[in-house]
Nanobody, 119 residues
């Protein structure tokens, strides 16, 4: 089992920045990719960004490219999502996820953290 705990959400004005953190515990070696997803009200959950545990290869949704940066600290089993130039459409609950490999259904989910961007 892997436990994921997110933090760092909040309320920010458009154009502002936030950094989300996700700390993993348990059998972290059983998953090779860490990712962020988000779910806005009345919308389906969508992929935001991912990073591989060993090589640090990253992937982003087109909607966040150039504004969001995913990074990792393997020493502390923590993944970060730096979000800059936030827009009201970025408002959502952001979920940390652990995947066995990229492109597969996440095996573990965090509880989510709310990000609200006001216009």
């Amino acid at each position: 089992q892997v436990q994921l705990v997110e933090s760092g959400g909040g309320l920010v004005q458009a154009g502002g920045s936030l950094r989300l953190s996700c700390t993993a515990s348990g059998r972290t070696s059983s998953t090779n990719v860490m990712a962020w997803f988000r779910q806005a009200p009345e919308k389906e959950r969508e992929f935001v960004a991912s990073i591989t545990r060993v090589l640090g290869l990253t992937n982003y949704a087109d909607s966040v490219k150039g504004r969001f940066t995913i990074s990792r600290d393997n020493t502390n089993n923590t993944v970060y999502l730096q979000m800059n130039n936030l827009k009201p459409e970025d408002t959502a609950v952001y979920y940390c996820a652990a995947l066995v490999t990229f492109g597969t259904t996440p095996k573990y989910w965090g509880q989510g953290t709310q990000v609200t961007v006001s216009s």
